[in-house]
């Protein structure tokens, strides 16, 4: 598969899974919203707080994730794919293979 490919696939991949976790964090919040649940009083409260937050963070990973495709596809465009943003040597195929959207070199 073509590294435009193998990016536009994770790129989907990441969206999903944005869209789900997002979702997910919705329903913490409006669950949470419905409650007189004080976080640091209420045993269940410190639970449901670090859930929110987890998935939060979550959420997160997944946009910058989206983020870094986004720009890796960029760089198809641009023609500068494959090259170390630091050193300017190709970078490795196996390492683009196991993630495309690499930006430096093994050695960097």
Same mark, same amino acid.
């Given at each position: ?29 409006? $669950? ?12 269940? !409260?410190?639970? /449901? %707080?670090? @859930? +929110? ?20 596809? $960029? ?12 050193? !300017?040597?190709? /970078? %490795?195929? @196996? +390492? ?13």
């Amino acid at each position: 598969m073509d590294p435009r490919s193998r990016l536009l696939a994770e790129r989907e991949r990441a969206l999903s899974r944005l869209a789900d976790l997002a979702g997910e964090h919705r329903g913490f919040v409006e $669950a949470s919203r419905d409650t007189n649940a004080d976080d640091e009083h209420d045993p269940e !409260g410190a639970t /449901i %707080a670090f @859930e +929110r937050e987890q998935v939060a963070t979550l959420v997160r990973q997944a946009e910058d994730q989206v983020a870094e495709v986004d720009a890796a596809l $960029a760089r198809i465009e641009a023609g500068t794919y494959g090259g170390c943003e630091r050193c !300017g040597r190709p /970078i %490795a195929a @196996e +390492r683009l293979e196991a993630r495309p959207s690499a930006r430096t070199c093994v050695s960097c």
